[in-house]
């Protein structure tokens, strides 16, 4: 006979079995890219040799390996230089290299704001290879008190601002009906397992896309997920990676993103909604102070409550965690971003 203590073991260790095989599959993936970089046109020409291989992120749609190189153009190796190659196996490798490509030639090449330089790009394996980012993030900052960081949070204000400025850059159109689809999947799927909460969440989710629907100010390329896990920096450098969602799209999309974001990371961190909020400050007027769009300001708020939407979304569905006594919080800071989005934005 067998027990549920039994039934419920081999249940786990079935799941664990299933879990160590998909782990596996992705490294499987990710190695295979190993054989080789990419060409690398945006070098100087020269006979590239590979130090050292390795993988940043295994993934079975977009992994992420490294390799170590050096360039000998005929005078001697150059110095080590690290290349990071990113495959793009749904497709979409091209695009993405030729934005890079066009944001590095708009300006974007400096060493105070800027973007991976492009390498090269392999269209057999739509894999593309760029300059490896500063090692710090924007996000590790979060882990001690936010407050003294909120200058480089005022980088990342400079850096959309300039973004948001660039014309010339093709992007996609973001489909008209993109908000909406996604909330109504995020606002069904909560629903679903918040019912004490489901008639809030429907007004919630009528509010964020009313204020959507009434918000002001320029469409401009976005980043599409402008946020500080994608911003690396030094004393030098401020570097902002992973361009796969940039679309064509309403300037105030960057602003929301990055708000809600940074408040439920420091939240994630703090057990505080308010411990990021200087940073919210610094972002804002920096991007302002740099000629951001003034509009898309005003319309933040919206942008915000969608975050909130997306973000609970992810923390209890996709990727659910244990302690959800969050919620509450999350839920009020949700209405509080539609209230102040029908009130006419922050400021």
């Not at 992705?26 to 390795?54: F, H, I, K, M, N």
């Not at 295994?58 to 150059?78: E, L």
């Not at 290299?97 to 800027?114: K, N, Q, T, V």
């Not at 010339?168 to 993109?178: M, R």
Request: aromatic residues 8%; charged residues 20%; contains cysteine.
């Amino acid at each position: 006979m067998i027990t549920r203590a039994a039934s419920v073991a081999a249940t786990t260790s079935d799941a664990a079995t299933a879990s160590d095989a998909r782990r596996a599959e992705r490294l499987a993936v990710a190695e295979s890219l190993l054989v080789s970089p990419p060409p690398l046109d945006g070098l100087p020409p020269g006979r590239v040799q590979v130090l050292t291989r390795s993988v940043v992120h295994a993934s079975r749609s977009r992994p992420v390996v490294r390799w170590t190189v050096t360039v000998d153009s005929g005078t001697g190796p150059s110095s080590p230089l690290a290349v990071i190659g990113k495959s793009y196996r749904a497709g979409g490798g091209e695009q993405a290299w030729r934005l890079l490509s066009s944001l590095h030639h708009a300006g974007f090449d400096g060493a105070e704001l800027g973007v991976p330089a492009p390498y090269g790009f392999d269209p057999a394996r739509q894999l593309l290879a760029q300059e490896e980012a500063p090692a710090t993030t924007l996000h590790s900052f979060l882990d001690g008190d936010p407050g003294p960081a909120s200058p480089e949070a005022g980088r990342a204000g400079r850096w959309l601002a300039r973004l948001h400025g660039i014309r010339g850059v093709q992007v996609p159109d973001l489909a008209e009906d993109f908000e909406r689809l996604k909330l109504a999947e995020y606002g069904t799927a909560l629903a679903g397992l918040l019912p004490q909460s489901a008639a809030r969440l429907d007004e919630l989710t009528a509010g964020t896309l009313e204020g959507l629907a009434g918000s002001v100010g320029s469409r401009v390329v976005t980043h599409g997920d402008f946020q500080p896990k994608n911003i690396h920096l030094d004393a030098d450098r401020f570097v902002v990676i992973d361009f796969d969602r940039a679309a064509w799209a309403p300037a105030a999309r960057d602003l929301g993103h990055f708000i809600g974001q940074t408040l439920t990371m420091g939240a994630a961190r703090h057990g505080d909604l308010a411990a990021a909020l200087p940073w919210v400050g610094a972002f804002l007027d920096a991007y302002s102070d740099c000629s951001g769009d003034a509009g898309a300001v005003r319309s933040t708020p919206a942008y915000v409550a969608r975050t909130f939407a997306e973000v609970l979304f992810y923390r209890l569905v996709v990727r659910p965690v244990a302690d959800t006594s969050f919620v509450p919080d999350w839920l009020d800071a949700w209405e509080a971003a539609v209230e102040a989005a029908a009130a006419g934005g922050y400021r």
